[in-house]
């Protein structure tokens, strides 16, 4: 099957998704501007099993969405950035959180009430536009993680994952891109893999020189060879 990867965020301000500024446009005056929080690295933002009753905007930083099983597995289920919400799954009527929410670095994060944003999907057009586009976004996105777990190979996988986190788009042809600080226990956790195989393949990648790391992970666009050999 082929392999996909997801097209880079809109650039600019982080605040901007697809050409719209969800502060300035729709919160000043909703009460819910100064509600916006900075939550250091490692912070858990809400809890598997929490009740479901507010959205979360990052404005800024990383975010690590990840469930946990009864066995206590944990499986790494998306990686947010600026521009992102996290915990929309209340405006579904969602009761509980199915997975926990966790700052990988220094964030600032936009809280919102339920009733607040389900108000402004009623009252404001745009917003709900802009609400509807980013749920399908990942939706897709799903889909293709998905596809990507059940058909391609763990080295694969990771070179996928490295080029998301590093924002490499299908149009990126040149460039290197740098990812922050991420352990190989969190990537091996997003592809479903041991610590042990990550190493091993990012050790590969750095030999054939599509990574260089040394804290933070350089990734370059030569990586997208692994990804779209078949």
């Known amino acids: 099957m082929e392999s996909h990867v997801a097209r880079p965020k ?14 300035a446009g729709f919160l000043d005056g909703s009460g819910t501007a100064k ?14 099993g929490d009740a479901a009753d507010e959205v979360f905007y990052i404005r800024k930083g990383k975010v690590k969405v990840a469930v946990v099983s009864n066995a206590g597995k944990e499986a790494v289920i998306a990686v947010l950035g600026d521009g ?23 964030c600032s994060i936009l809280r919102l009430d339920r009733a607040t944003v389900a108000g402004m999907l009623e009252k404001e057009p745009a917003f709900a536009k802009l609400m509807l586009s980013y ?3 990942r939706t897709i996105r799903v889909e ?6 059940l058909f391609n190979s763990s080295e694969k996988r990771l070179a996928r994952a490295l ?8 149009d990126a042809q040149t460039g290197e891109k740098i990812i922050g600080d ?3 226990e ?4 997003m592809i479903g893999t041991t610590r042990s195989r990550v190493s091993f393949f990012m050790n590969k990648f750095r030999r054939l020189g599509f990574i260089e790391y040394n804290g933070a992970i350089e990734v370059r666009s030569s990586l997208l060879n692994v990804v779209l050999h078949d």
């Open 35 to 48: 509600a916006i929080n900075t939550f250091e690295k490692r912070t858990v933002i809400f809890a598997q």
């Open 84 to 106: 992102d919400f996290v915990g929309e799954g209340c405006l579904a009527g969602q009761p509980l959180r199915v997975a926990t929410a966790t700052t990988m670095t220094q």
């Open 163 to 170: 080029l998301l986190l590093a924002d490499f788009g299908n």
């Open 186 to 189: 969190t990537l091996a956790e």
């Open 10 to 23: 809109t650039k600019g301000d982080s605040r901007l998704f697809r050409g719209i500024d969800v502060d």
């Open 182 to 184: 991420i352990s190989q």
């Open 144 to 149: 293709e993680d998905l596809a990507d777990q």
């Open 135 to 137: 749920t399908l976004t």
